[in-house]
């Protein structure tokens, strides 16, 4: 299941199918020799929850220093976070097909995003008063009821809803382009463009929101397996960066779009 998810991809130790590809290389004796050697790796080598856990607080820790710095400095160089979102873009591309992941790269998109989403926040205050709150709240109770859920095995992901979820994104990413197209173009001046429409008097955006927030919190499940299955491989421990880096894409991104839908709600 980690395969679904870009920040896994690449890496074997996330798979279910990793140990059984070893197998199939090796004869029977060879095989036979391999199990009744020790472990390849000691356990304070091998990745678990808990040194994820600690890594992804890292990067988190990280990730707000930026927001502070984007949040302080943007009414004076209001360009910076537009600097911070495009860099912390080409990092996430940069993480996302590396083999192997690295702390400095990862802690250096924690940093930019920050930035982006410090001044993109405080634009989105000065508009609408305590809605950065909201948001941030409402980004917390996803992520600990979704947490919550799968720790007590309610939730799993499965290929079923995987392929529903990869089919909805691909849709949701396109329906965005065109959107975005629309505004920047003019032909559509609502500054939400298609969002801002109407069903029945209830806007789109508001629509179209509660099913993408509903598609960030299955992207958390799928963070959430990646990690279990490579605790289970008993992958090399700095693959708990791998773990960190995309639990922080799939949080910023549901931020990001519960922000988006608390400020369509109020206009």
Same mark, same amino acid.
Do not use: C, H
């Given at each position: ?9 690449? +890496? ?7 140990? %059984? ?46 927001? =502070? ?41 924690? $940093?930019?995003?920050? /930035?982006? &989403?410090?001044? /993109? ?7 609408? %008063? ?20 799968? =720790?007590? $095995? ?6 079923? =809803?995987?392929?529903?979820? &990869?089919? =909805?994104?691909? $849709?949701?990413?396109?329906?965005? &382009?065109?959107?975005? /197209? ?5 032909? +559509? ?16 955006? *508001?629509?179209?929101?509660? *099913? ?20 289970? +491989? ?24 519960? *922000? ?8």
């Amino acid at each position: 299941m980690a395969l679904d998810n870009p920040a896994f991809s690449r +890496n074997s130790a996330f798979s279910s199918q990793g140990a %059984a590809a070893v197998a199939k290389n090796v004869s029977a004796q060879q095989l036979q020799e391999m199990y009744n050697q020790p472990a390849t790796l000691p356990d304070r080598e091998v990745m678990t929850v808990e040194n994820t856990v600690a890594k992804t607080a890292g990067a988190f820790a990280v990730l707000l220093v930026g927001a =502070a710095v984007g949040w302080l400095v943007t009414p004076a160089m209001p360009w910076l976070f537009w600097v911070g979102a495009i860099v912390g873009f080409a990092l996430a591309l940069v993480n996302i097909f590396k083999r192997e992941p690295s702390p400095a790269l990862i802690l250096a998109y924690a $940093g930019a995003q920050g /930035i982006f &989403l410090g001044g /993109i926040s405080l634009m989105f205050e000065a508009a609408y %008063a305590g809605i950065v709150a909201q948001a941030v709240i409402g980004t917390l109770a996803v992520v600990g009821v979704t947490l919550a859920l799968f =720790a007590s $095995g309610k939730v799993r992901a499965s290929k079923k =809803a995987t392929k529903i979820f &990869l089919i =909805a994104m691909v $849709g949701y990413l396109v329906f965005s &382009l065109v959107n975005m /197209i629309l505004i920047w173009t003019g032909v +559509n001046t609502d500054p939400w463009g298609l969002l801002g429409a109407e069903i029945f008097g209830i806007p789109l955006g *508001l629509v179209i929101g509660v *099913l993408v927030i509903l598609m960030g919190a299955y992207s958390l499940v799928l963070d959430f397996d990646a990690i279990q299955q490579g605790v289970r +491989n008993r992958a090399p421990k700095k693959y708990g960066w791998s773990g960190a880096f995309g639990i922080m894409v799939t949080v910023i991104w549901l931020y990001l779009e519960i *922000l988006r839908f608390l400020a369509i709600a109020r206009d």
